[in-house]
Nanobody, 124 residues
Framework: QVQLVESGGGLVQAGGSLRLSCAAS????????MGWFRQAPGKEREFVAA????????YYADSVKGRFTISRDNAKNTVYLLMNSLKPEDTAVYYC?????????????????WGQGTQVTVSS
């Protein structure tokens, strides 16, 4: 059974930092593009960041560029999202996703596997 399990969410003050983790199991994700998305109440799920299978290529939404860093450890089947300089507008449920096709993508429909999400709340 394929599983993606996120962790590391929580409540943080504006300007603070959090590191999210996504542990994958059930198949080998080392050849997959991995992505992070987020969804705030009443809003559509939006792209945050993605990383190629090797980690050599990364892509970020403009809203998080320069503040968030995506990385992966294929030996541990884990992908990370380091979030610095957090803002109240970053508050959302954050989801990890795996894309089994070649190339970085930014649309949720282009990803095949999803985690259950972890809540990030940034207070002002």
């Amino acid at each position: 059974q394929v599983q993606l399990v996120e962790s590391g969410g929580g409540l943080v003050q504006a300007g603070g930092s959090l590191r999210l983790s996504c542990a994958a199991s059930g198949r080998t994700f080392s050849s997959d593009v991995m992505g992070w998305f987020r969804q705030a109440p009443g809003k559509e799920r939006e792209f945050v960041a993605a990383i190629s299978w090797s980690g050599g290529s990364t892509y970020y939404a403009d809203s998080v560029k320069g503040r968030f860093t995506i990385s992966r450890d294929n030996a541990k089947n884990t992908v990370y999202l380091l979030m610095n300089s957090l803002k109240p507008e970053d508050t959302a449920v954050y989801y990890c996703a795996a894309r089994i096709f070649y190339g970085i993508a930014t649309m949720p429909v282009e990803y095949s596997y999803w985690g259950q999400g972890t809540q990030v709340t940034v207070s002002s």
